[in-house]
């Protein structure tokens, strides 16, 4: 099977990788891979975490996918020498204010009837836990089971293991999708070169509705969500483990990084194709952080970027086939990109070169939205 994959994030690198590995023959286009989004990612592992009501099936996605992750990071890691950064010592969540407390009290109870295991903690306890927050930590909930991931380290490594079973990287950005007797049959190149391919897939994020060549109908709406994130460094231990924070309603999250970067994150914005670095962005979050962690001002600060989160009409990932024969789409995946890419590449690869949908990924198929044309 030849298979021609548009877009070398996360999402597009972890399902080459598994699909060279099952020998098709991959070709991954991208003129700028294991970017964009995927280096911007602070890359939580964080299913309970960013649990909301109603999405049950994106919990079990996310559920499945988290706990794929230590074997998935060691057969990579294996592979290709190369380290992912990956850490499962928790995520902690704690509550400033009374609404922020009682909320996190809500959600406790609805993942506690979904039978996903938490732990309640007092103020005090928190700070046993991470003794740099505030004193005005009123409690927080651990999820035991989350962690996190280097995007940066991650996507390279993916990129390498691709390689390594024979996966080729065309650095050119794709044009057009070749149609040829109703179904898709390759990629035109920006230069005018085609990779024919018997199946495509579409894996480009916000840009996955660009391409020409596709018919009206295809490929559901995807927005660019805008994400800023600040990227700090410390020389001595400030933080065991990711922490998020509920200031006022307002939420942010730390990731420390073993090598003493620290992560901070992240704004979520509906601005288009807008990836400017904003002093209100900047502000807002290094607001929301300090209140978390007062000591936070005097790290060294050392990088803020942006990048576009594919955020799908129901936020939830859009994957397998399309209304094109031969196209199948890999997008959408919202804030969990990263979270989602052990399980959506073996989603993908079934779909690519079995054609069939395995159970977890029926939910996410493309035929669940309205189309536009």
């Known amino acids: 099977m030849d298979i021609a994959i548009v877009g070398a994030g996360v999402i597009g690198l972890a399902t080459a990788w598994r699909a060279a590995a099952r020998g098709a023959a991959v070709t991954l286009i991208d003129p700028a891979p294991a970017s964009g989004a995927s280096a911007v990612a602070a890359g939580m592992l964080t299913p309970v975490s960013e649990l909301t009501y109603g999405e049950e099936p994106l919990l079990r996605l996310g559920l499945a996918s988290r706990d794929r992750y230590g074997a998935f990071v060691a057969e990579l890691e294996e592979e290709t020498g190369l380290p992912a950064g990956y850490r499962d ?32 903690l ?94 009206p109908g295809a490929v559901p709406a995807v927005r660019p969500v805008k994400g800023q994130v600040i990227r700090l460094r410390t020389r001595v231990p400030f933080l065991r483990r990711c922490t998020r924070g509920l200031v006022r309603g307002s939420s942010v999250y730390l990731v420390p990084r073993a090598d003493g970067e620290v992560v901070v994150g992240a704004t979520q914005e509906e601005m288009g194709f807008d990836t400017r670095v904003t002093a209100g962005g900047v502000w807002e979050l290094l607001r929301d952080a300090r209140e978390l962690l007062p000591g936070i001002t005097e790290l060294e600060f050392a990088e803020v970027s942006a990048g576009l989160r594919p955020g799908s009409p129901d936020n939830a990932p859009v994957m397998g086939p399309s209304a094109l024969p031969g196209l199948v789409l890999g997008t959408g995946h919202f804030r969990n990109g990263v979270l989602l890419a052990p399980v959506s590449a073996d989603i993908l690869t079934e779909v690519l070169l079995d054609g069939t949908v395995p159970e977890i990924g029926r939910p996410f198929t493309p035929d669940r939205l309205e189309v536009t044309a």
């Not at 995520?91 to 109870?109: H, N, Q, S, T």
């Not at 991470?130 to 995007?151: I, T």
């Not at 994020?205 to 060549?213: F, K, V």
Request: aromatic share 4%; with cysteine.
């Open 89 to 120: 010592d928790g995520i902690l969540e704690v509550a400033f204010g009374p609404d922020d407390l009682a909320f996190l009290d809500d959600l406790r109870r609805f993942q506690e009837s979904l039978g996903v295991p938490t732990e309640t």
């Open 122 to 215: 007092t103020g005090r306890e928190c700070r046993r836990l991470e003794p740099m927050l505030a004193p005005g930590v009123r409690g927080g909930l651990l999820a035991p089971e989350d962690g996190s991931v280097d995007p940066r380290r991650l996507a390279p490594a993916l990129l390498a293991a691709a390689e390594r079973h024979g996966a080729r990287l065309v650095r050119e950005r794709a044009a057009e999708v070749i149609v040829e007797n109703g179904a898709a049959a390759g990629v035109r190149l920006e230069g005018g070169a085609e990779i024919r391919a018997g199946r495509v897939l579409l894996a480009a994020g916000p840009w996955s509705g660009d391409l020409g060549g596709l018919p």
